[in-house]
Nanobody, 124 residues
Framework: QVQLVESGGGLVQAGGSLRLSCAASGRTFSSAVMGWFRQVAGKEREFVAAISGSGVVKYYGDSVKGRFTISRDNAENTVYLQMNSLKPEDTANYYC?????????????????WGQGTQVTVSS
């Protein structure tokens, strides 16, 4: 099992930056593919970013490419999402997820473990 706890959400003005953190425990973190997804009420959960166990391979959703950066510190069992140039449409509940398989994925149903989420609100 992997237990995930997100933090770092909050209110920020458009154009600002925010860094989300996801602390993992309960299983070997360094071997787990990790992802970030976001969701607003009434809409499907949207892929944001994913990172391989080694941290070498990274995927990004089209809407965040060039603005967001996913990274991980396996020594600290933590994955991060650095969000720059934030827009009001980035407002959502952001979820950290872990995947048991070594294969990368952008699909939410292929992730096995989820955090409780952290709210990000971007004002204009």
């Amino acid at each position: 099992q992997v237990q995930l706890v997100e933090s770092g959400g909050g209110l920020v003005q458009a154009g600002g930056s925010l860094r989300l953190s996801c602390a993992a425990s309960g299983r070997t973190f360094s071997s787990a593919v990790m992802g970030w997804f976001r969701q607003v009420a009434g809409k499907e959960r949207e892929f944001v970013a994913a990172i391989s166990g080694s941290g070498v391979v990274k995927y990004y959703g089209d809407s965040v490419k060039g603005r967001f950066t996913i990274s991980r510190d396996n020594a600290e069992n933590t994955v991060y999402l650095q969000m720059n140039s934030l827009k009001p449409e980035d407002t959502a509940n952001y979820y950290c997820a872990a995947r048991a398989s070594a294969f990368m994925s952008t699909r939410n149903h292929e992730y096995n473990y989820w955090g409780q989420g952290t709210q990000v609100t971007v004002s204009s």
